[in-house]
């Protein structure tokens, strides 16, 4: 009898131990996870891409969102997905973050980044480095290891140094095919200066001069999300130009209660209609899906005003919209498991 009951008793503080965490896996289990990244938006048209090159972009995305999506398949937080899939694609010619980054009026290399949680609205941002290999990674250690949102210049480097992150000559992030942008740019704002149009960057700008910026949006089993972006800015900018992608609602923004954003396209447009924040706002308080959210943003109001480009959109269900209004965005996603890529229009 005393066997028993302790036997009883035993079973009972397993079961009540036990239920607790079965049910905690079993909700974590049906938490879906996701992944979306973008590789920037502009006139992409099967015309003007070849074979090899689309491709190597595909190959790029997929990677990007596989790195990512291991992280958050092993129980790993959203924060290191972001992480992962951004540094991968900063790493990678093809984008204009990182190595592959667009030059400046005056022949170097300055970077933006950000990165904010869906969980505290924590976030970090930079703007105009030169030297930091990894911007996403400075503005993750920005986020946790400072008492700042945004740094710049060569603050932003000291800290980097402070923080241990590698730092290269700005060298490091030269490519060809992107001088040959800058030359071909400046060669055009030559022509604007002739004839007295200084609204550069408005009219006649080839929107692929700044193409290629990279973002990530990732929800993991505890149903957290994060956005980070990351990019070289404009071919040619001047007087140490700031983007969106370094501004905290206008190219990133997460919020656990609405969505988690990524933006890429013309900066100045995107900085004044807030756009990554402008989405998650109308979930938040109109009750609108991140579909009807991303669509009125970025057909119904940023392209009539003349503002072109893309985002990424990921919502606590896992549900992802990447609508842009441009010819083509390069873009991914991984939802439990499922991949979709695409690069043109019509590919949705
Ligand atoms: N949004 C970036 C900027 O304006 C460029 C881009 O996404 O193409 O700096």
Sequence with gaps: MQKLSIAALISTVCTLALVPMAVQAETNEQQPIAIAIHGGAGTITRENMSPEREAQFKQALQDALDAGYAILEQGGESIDAVIAAIQLMEENPLFNAGKGAVY??????????????????????????KTVRSPIALVRAIMENSRHVMLSGAGAEQFASEQGLERVENSFFNT???????????????????TGDHIAYQSNWDPNFNMGTVGAVALDRQGNLVAGTSTGGMTAKQYGRIGDSPIIGAGTWADNSSCAVSATGHGEYFIRFHVAAAICSRVKYLGESIATAGEYVIHDTLLPAGGTGGVIILDRDGNVSMPFNT???YRGSKVNGKVTIGIYQEEE
Aim: glycine fraction near 10%; proline fraction near 0%; charged fraction near 35%.
């Design 104 to 129: 400046t009026y005056t022949g170097e290399h300055e970077l933006d980044a950000s990165i904010m949680r869906g969980d505290t609205l924590d976030a970090g941002a930079v703007s105009g480095v």
């Design 176 to 194: 060809e095919h992107r001088y040959q942008q800058l030359e071909r740019a400046l060669e055009q704002l030559r022509e604007q200066e002739k």
């Design 327 to 329: 010819e083509g965005m």
